[in-house]
Each structure stands twice: as C-alpha cells, then as structure tokens.
C-alpha cells in the first residue's frame, strides 16, 4: 500500500531564511505524482507544487522547488526567503492508482511551519 | 474563473441527526472528489465521483454516502450523525482523472461539529 511520512510535526524558520519540509514515500508503482499542498488556519487546501516520477528534473514553482530523490523515496519540499504569510501547515501527497484509474491523494499527516520576523 | 464551493462553511449538529454538505466545482470540471479531515486521522479520502458515477470509495461506514448531478455539482450525506464525524470536509475538483497530470482544486470545507 502506498504510504506518505512527514517526520516534523512543526518547524520554525525566520523571515527571509529557506527551509526544508521532509517528506518520504513508499510504493510499489514505477509511475507516480508526488504534490505538495499548503493549508493556511482557513482550512483551504493550496496546490503548491507537483513532481512525477519520470520528470528528470526537480520541480520548482516561484520559491518553491522539489527535492526528488528518486532512489531514497524522498520528495522534500524547499521554501526559499520564507515569508510570514507561509505560515501554515504544508501536507506531502501522492496520487494514488497512477495510469488514470483515479484522483485519490494519499495525505502525510502535515508539517506546521511557522515564521518567524 | 470561481473557484470551488462548498456550502454550509460551518454547521452545529446533535448525534443522531443527518447532514448534506454541497460541493460545486469549477465551471467545467467533472470530477469531485471529498475528503474528512480530523485532527487524530488526519486527511482521508471518502468518494470521488465522474459524471454522475462514483468511481472510487474510501473506508469509510455506510452512514457516508454520496452523489453527483449532471451539473458536476455534488453533494455528501452523513446520517445517525456520531461525535466522531466531526471534521472538516474538504472537495476537490479536477477536470477528469484519466490523465498523468491532473491537479486538483479545493474548497474552502465545510467545519461540521456534533454536539
């Protein structure tokens, strides 16, 4: 079964600096979508960034970019020049039944980030 | 472009009772799909449905069921409501669910709270 871990239940980072958002998956499929969501306090899920796992290169979305590593089953998320309003609680995520049989995310249990001025 | 709207945001609700909840997706798409999300199990999958049809089911009791109208809009049912569903629900639409790369669009979630 395929399974997302978070290993930080919380992290604090100052303004302006990067930080790194753990996250390890498991699975037995070869093709895979790895994403990365944000939840601020409103309780709205925000795509953030998504990486599948015949891309070569590491995804990267304005300050945010994707750490694959294939090999190691790791997809961490780096936060470059951290503002106050990433604050929030960042979920890893893996798109279930890959070839089209579904939309199913398989959530981690979440990382709350917050930064400090 | 709206995005995706779930109604109510908030609801009050003794055991016992019945709740529907609505989600209506982005103009366009015709896949939703619901998810609970509590503090001890964290996000879970309910349904997903395509075109009036539910595709996939997560673990989750009969008392949790769904639908999908021609419309795309969708609505889930919890009934003989148990201290337990309370949570936040969360839908999510996306275009279809055939493809490699589909992101998915998330309401705000309606907060249900059983008293």
């Known amino acids: 079964a395929q399974k997302i871990t978070q290993t930080q239940p919380g992290m604090f980072v100052q303004e302006k600096e990067a930080v790194t958002l753990d996250c390890t998956y498991d699975t037995s499929d070869q093709s895979y979508g790895l994403f990365w969501y944000k939840q601020p306090s409103s309780g709205e899920m925000i795509f953030l960034i998504y990486?599948?796992?015949?891309?070569?290169q590491n995804a990267t979305e304005g300050r945010y970019s994707l750490n694959f590593q294939k090999a190691r089953k790791s997809a961490n998320l780096v936060i470059s020049a951290s503002q106050l309003g990433d604050s929030a609680m960042y979920f890893c995520?893996?798109?279930?039944?890959?070839?089209?049989?579904?939309?199913?995310?398989?959530f981690g249990t979440g990382t709350l980030l917050a930064v400090q001025p | 472009k709206a995005g995706v709207t779930q109604t109510p945001r908030y609801l009050i609700k003794t055991r016992g009772q019945q709740v529907t909840l609505s989600c209506s997706p982005i103009?366009?798409?015709?896949?939703v799909s619901w998810y609970q999300q509590t503090p001890g199990q964290g996000l879970q999958f309910l349904f997903e449905?395509?075109?009036?049809?539910?595709?996939n089911k997560g673990n989750f009791p009969g008392r949790f069921s769904g639908r999908q109208f021609s419309n795309s809009r969708s609505e889930m049912n919890v009934s003989t409501l148990e201290l337990g569903d309370s949570a936040l629900y969360l839908c999510?639409?996306?275009?279809?669910?055939?493809?490699?790369?589909?992101?998915?669009?998330f309401g705000p979630g309606t907060r249900l709270t059983v008293l």
């Open positions: 449905y395509f075109s009036e049809t539910q595709r």
């Open positions: 999510a639409s996306s275009t279809d669910y055939w493809r490699s790369y589909n992101e998915q669009f």
């Open positions: 990486q599948g796992s015949y891309d070569e």
């Open positions: 995520a893996m798109r279930e039944g890959w070839g089209g049989a579904t939309n199913k995310l398989i």
């Open positions: 103009s366009g798409h015709r896949s």
